[in-house]
């Protein structure tokens, strides 16, 4: 038997470390000397916002063990840039004078602090909250006993190593499904991601919690709220959907399907937002799956904890929503809705 041979690899470890030049300072222009709009439009939050999130998370960054990491300061930093730009760890770790596994490493620690703040930043509301959020629902566009609304969109990803093609959406690209339940003041108050984005709409829904919430009528669903979706959806006496157009509904019901349509506006706004704010949600160039999707609710938690310090992110885009057909998937058929849920919409129809 032939012995094997190591001199490749211990010659490899004897190499010297390159030292690669980085850029010295940045930290310091951030901190000290760069214009709140301008450390806005670069990290998507204000400077206020990033010193309330760096006292939440601070004590999660810090490295006991190694007191030349970096600090909490700029392991942030780092982190909101990543989130925000589609640049390489290369790169970003160029301009904050640190190396690209640095990045690596220091992204997942933020990553794990951020997830862990969603317990408190993403969750569903209690009865007095819900009654000022129906009220604010029906001012806004006169659709009765709306809770919040529910959408999907695609999380754009690298190739899978496994299984890729049932990644394959209808767009042609590969995803992962991410499903939100968003509220009028657009905050999200369910996340569910990571089915792959070649599943139906339906189907990621009926696998979520917030399908099971349904049942809980009374503890999630004060009095007859409901949640409202679109056409990909099933019918259900807390989930109301859009009549579908054969050129044949009446004016009630075309009435219902635009007010509808106009009151769940506020979870493709939110979506929009969210992507807007963090651009790395249009492209994750990660072979990880289970950390992309930890960053996408690690987004979702701060996009809440944004909006709770007034710290909303407006900017023309494309839309970023999940730009579904208007017409009902054939899939959809598998999941009937009951009569009381069709009698519940036809009465809704005709009030409004």
């Not at 901190?31 to 301008?38: A, K, N």
């Not at 317990?119 to 566009?141: D, F, V």
């Not at 991601?193 to 004060?222: K, W, Y």
């Not at 704010?277 to 809440?304: G, T």
Request: with cysteine; hydrophobic share 35%.
């Amino acid at each position: 038997m032939n012995k094997p041979s190591y001199s490749a690899l211990t010659r490899v470890s004897t190499i010297s470390r390159r030292n690669v030049p980085k850029v010295a300072g940045y930290e310091e222009i951030v901190t000290e000397r760069m214009q709140d709009y301008d450390f806005k439009t670069h990290f998507r939050l204000h400077r206020s916002t990033f010193d309330l999130l760096l006292g939440k998370i601070n004590i999660n960054l810090q490295n006991q063990t190694r007191p030349t990491s970096p600090s909490p300061n700029k392991i942030l930093l780092i982190n909101l840039w990543i989130l925000a730009t589609p640049e390489s760890y290369r790169s970003v770790g160029c301009r904050f004078g640190v190396c690209k596994t640095t990045v690596f490493k220091v992204i997942r620690r933020t990553i794990d602090a951020i997830y862990e703040m969603a317990s408190t930043t993403i969750k569903w509301p209690g009865a007095t909250e819900a009654q000022n959020i129906i009220s604010a629902n029906s001012s806004t566009a006169g659709f009765p006993e709306v809770l919040r609304a529910i959408d999907g969109t695609h999380i754009p990803i690298r190739t899978p190593q496994h299984s890729s093609g049932t990644y394959i959406n209808r767009k042609g690209f590969h995803s992962l499904q991410l499903q939100v339940v968003c509220q009028h003041n657009l905050k999200f108050t369910n996340c569910y991601v990571g089915h792959p984005g070649s599943m139906h709409d339906a189907r990621v829904f009926r696998h979520s919690e917030i399908c099971t919430d349904l049942q809980n009528s009374t503890l999630f669903f004060p009095e007859d709220s409901h949640l409202i979706g679109d056409a990909a959806y099933p019918l259900s006496d807390r989930l109301l959907t859009p009549y579908r157009d054969t050129g044949n509904l009446t004016r009630y019901q075309v009435r219902y399907n635009f007010k509808l349509s106009s009151t769940r506006m506020s979870v493709e706004r939110a979506i929009g937002m969210l992507k807007g704010r963090f651009r790395r949600l249009k492209f994750f160039d990660s072979p990880d799956l289970a950390f992309i999707c930890k960053s996408v609710i690690a987004a979702c938690s701060l996009h809440n904890f944004c909006i709770d310090e007034n710290d909303l992110h407006f900017e023309n885009s494309e839309e970023l929503s999940s730009g579904r057909a208007a017409t009902i998937n054939s899939e959809n058929n598998i999941y009937n809705s009951t009569v009381t849920a069709r009698a519940k919409r036809d009465r809704i129809a005709r009030l409004l």
